[in-house]
DNA sequence: GAGTGGTCTAGACCACTAC
DNA sequence: TAGTGGTCTAGACCACTCC
């Protein structure tokens, strides 16, 4: 009776505690976006497990595509620096059905007190420093986007406006490459707004036109907030793309 | 070197197989939503199979939310008419984050000719008979969304307004259990609209307002695209949710 | 206690990539 | 040919549900 006293704490398979170590080599950049990580042989050793159970971790890592499988050649940290990852978060369309190529102009990169709102989603005190950056893109000429991207000035001291001009490739490729920084998963509320002046000048249209507004938080390992993107679609000739499973 | 000629056809895993063979008898409505379908054991003895083949294709077919699995009772058939699955399809939410209980009210219920987009989208020949719903839905007595909604007239015989005013509970429970159609995915077309006269009067709300225009294709098993949605949100003090993975 | 899904292991063999 | 991930098996044992 008294050497029995269970801990009602719940009950954590084998697996679950590796996918937590594999976790805490990522966080830790032990490797790197990009980079093999051991084989399951040498991981099932290193952690005195199975290959099986390894393979059911590394699985369910791969499913949250935080990993990348590949047969033959080994298992890869995932990166937004690879072809198929450069629209990963982008879930705008043309309605025609075609590919379509945004090209980014940087208009500003400035630092300042993060608002009460910025903040609280990127987890910083009122005040604290962060970077504004505000951009356009454009499809075929035509301004499509504009979008306000504030960051953590800690998190991403040294970025300016020269640097983000002459970065060519997606901006989460940039925070991998400058500031060890991988972006794992996001979330956005969309909304329907109408353009200001403001946002009419930025993408030449008529004041009043409706737009779509999208407000991103994305996070890193650990669920940790590091880039809040409010961006406003003109989706007179795009659309937005979900798909519900 | 005339024996061998294997073909090009590319390697399928027997899991794969059980898998599609689950699939069919979903399909063939051998085991309906919300029913317990046969033990793992039972299913690996069926197809001569190892228990740990079946398992994997299970795995990956609840993975997909078609099948659910409750330890110690069994592997279920994914139903809409379960609590949790009430809003499983609804990314709207309200901006002060409580929850929110839709009232529902169908104003009209139609046979109609499919116009050639709607013919197009459900896999229909052109002038085929759909079932054309407009409905309203309110929260705390604010109507919030408009929604046109066409189903293909041959599953769907005897629906009419009636039947849709005796329901109480989703559509797509509804579906199921009068016309044996489950909902298995969905892909949603966003854009953001003005609004014009009727649906202004619809949703009371002034001419010009900005809503979100949401265009849904929900397909059953086997990818057969059965119902059409075009709903229109009013999205001043709620928004739609996303989360990207 | 019987039955279900969940975990873990060990070992054999297959498919793919690189050298 | 060696090394990687991918498949499949068989068996032991655990956790949960229901009777």
């Given at each position: 009776m008294s050497e029995?006293?269970?801990p009602v704490a719940s009950f954590s398979p084998l697996y679950e505690q590796i996918k937590v170590m594999i976790l805490a080599s990522l966080q830790a950049a032990e490797w790197l976006p990009g980079a093999v990580i051991p084989s399951e042989m040498e991981l099932a050793a290193r952690y005195a497990v199975s290959q099986g159970t390894v393979r059911k971790a590394i699985d369910e890592l791969a499913?949250?595509?935080?990993?990348?499988r590949r047969q033959g050649k080994?298992?890869?940290v995932a990166t937004?620096?690879?072809d198929d990852w450069q629209y990963r978060f982008l879930r705008l369309a043309p309605d025609s059905g075609e590919?379509?190529?945004l090209t980014s102009q940087f208009l500003s990169c400035l630092k300042a007190k993060a608002?009460?709102?910025i903040a609280n989603l990127l987890k910083l005190k009122a005040g604290d420093t962060v970077i504004q950056i505000d951009r356009v893109q454009s499809f075929a000429g035509k301004p499509i986007v504009f979008e306000e991207i504030w960051l953590p000035a800690t998190r991403f001291k040294d970025l300016d406006l020269d640097a983000l001009n002459a970065w060519h490739g997606p901006v989460y490729a940039l925070y991998e490459s400058q500031f060890a920084t991988h972006m794992v998963r996001a979330e956005e509320k969309i909304k329907a707004i109408s353009a200001d002046g403001v946002l009419?000048?930025?993408l030449q249209i008529a004041?009043?036109?409706p737009l779509l507004s999208v407000e991103r938080v994305a996070f890193t390992y650990g669920n940790k907030p590091v880039e809040i993107r409010h961006a406003r679609y003109d989706t007179s000739e795009q659309h937005y793309e979900n798909k519900l499973n």
């Open positions: 029995v006293n269970l499913a949250q595509n935080l990993l990348v080994g298992t890869f937004h620096q690879e590919k379509f190529l608002s009460s709102h009419a000048g930025h004041a009043g036109s």
